[in-house]
């Protein structure tokens, strides 16, 4: 189980090993898979197989005079692995590249301090751990050019510090995880209303170094916009301030260091701004009869007055494999007989599934429904009710289960995501899905491309992509990164954000140069030379290495 720190418990899978995606709905799943690819089931890995650890270099280090210090292989193993495809396939197949050579979990921003002045004396790389659920490689244990990587952890710092209910400001230590955190804040009748799909397994430090946006942020906003402390324990020495309005007191570092995945520093606690627990909610189902209806249909909805939280919609192929998966079968599809959907012009091959949420107080969420209800009846949309809404809300957090079942029998199973603007969004997912079905074709495969829309505001939305194809046997890494060039390719070349909501790390690293300026990543560069002068924090992330092209 896990045990009550809803850390995940398995290193080379995801999650609680007590958990899994229902069986029965992952076969059909993978039926439908192997027929639509053409492959049967012989391609599944070899079962899971790690090989021994070499003794840390590390056991003799200052470092271990410190709480919590560890040079176990499964603690080094269990902390030198994310959650991205390539890092469960390679934890699976025994080839983890690379180890950290220790795990340090300090309980006081002074031991994080004394962690870094160690780690520059001994010439050690230090990458800082929330919850490891990083799908881009923002864990991963680069030493660059020191002796060594240590991975510091920040789950013995998981405090709330303080609740300002009357101004809707509450301060945590950052190693607390998204279930703790919204269950104290509840007690005083607030929330953050951050809900990414790592949610259970996350922590309010690596929501921030990431810039992450939850499942909710079309109400609630990205994490980003609910920051109003910080507490940053850099090489350089701690930053501190809480800036509960804003302020036009000239420029800050706050900006700088969302998003920065440990660059910079360790960020151990913030101030956020919080909302009133919702008294009420409605979710709904619904479908549209093709993917560009439905997006304008949403694309009008995220500019009522009062906006949906959950704004959500599949393609057609997505759409095809969700109905697969449902339970039971004939749920939804009993709702979409053939005479309603000839009635409203919908063909099955078509047809786009989708989901509204709104929260708040009751006559606000009713009179959102009411407007996007009237929006929906425009476009000739049909509503699949209340059941199909809160069948996707109980189920949120379980797709990434449905990963391993499918990775057991030799699926490839990557996702991707990126933003964009409303103009943009229907040439940028034409490229995506083309030059990713091309790309598995040029390696003599067939390939799934499902895409979603989804944290949809006034200006644009976010694409994500799943990509499923037949895993070959014997190789993985050129394969994956062939296909992450194609997905880039069409992200650079039709507007779109490298990420909107995974982060950076070693996966889209190449690509930052192609996004800013020489002058915004050498003023980037300048400021981690400053509070990091010898380059021991997270190296090999976020920020462009000279190994990357232009």
Known sequence: MVGGTGKPDQWWRWGDRHRSFPPARAERVRRYLSERLQTGTSLAPPP????????SILRESRLKGLPGFSVD?????????GRSYYDLLAARRGSVEHLTEAVVTPR??????TVLRTAEAEDLAVIPWGGGTSVVGGVTPLKGEHRAAVTLSLERMSAPLWVDASSRLARFECGILGPALETHLAGHGLTLGHYPQSFEFSTLGGWIASRSSGQSSSLYGDLAHNVRGLKVVTPL??????HPVEEATGPTLESLLVGSEGTFGVITEATLSLAAVPSHSVYHGFLLKDWESGCEFLRDVARLPYPPAVIRLSDPEETALSLVGREPPSALRGTLEKKVMDFRGIAPGKACLGF????GPRD???GGW?????????????DAGEGAGEAWKKERFLLPYL????MEYGFMTETLETGCSWKNLGPLYRALTQKLERAASSLGTKAFVGTHLSHALPTGACLYVTLLAPQPPNEFLEPLQSLKRAAMEAITENHGSLSHHHGIGTLHRPWTRQRDSPAVLDTLSAVKRTVDPKGIMNPGKTLPQKEDRR
């Open 370 to 382: 009411r407007a996007a209800g009237a929006i929906l009846r425009s476009y000739r949309g049909l």
């Open 364 to 366: 606000l969420v009713e």
């Open 73 to 81: 292989p499964e603690d080094r193993l269990r902390h030198s692995v």
């Open 108 to 113: 006081t921003n002074e031991e994080v301090e």
């Open 403 to 406: 990963r391993d079942y499918l």
């Open 48 to 55: 899971v197989a790690q090989g021994p650890i070499p003794p």
């Open 356 to 359: 509204l949420g709104f929260e």
């Open 237 to 242: 020495g701690a930053m501190d301030w809480e």
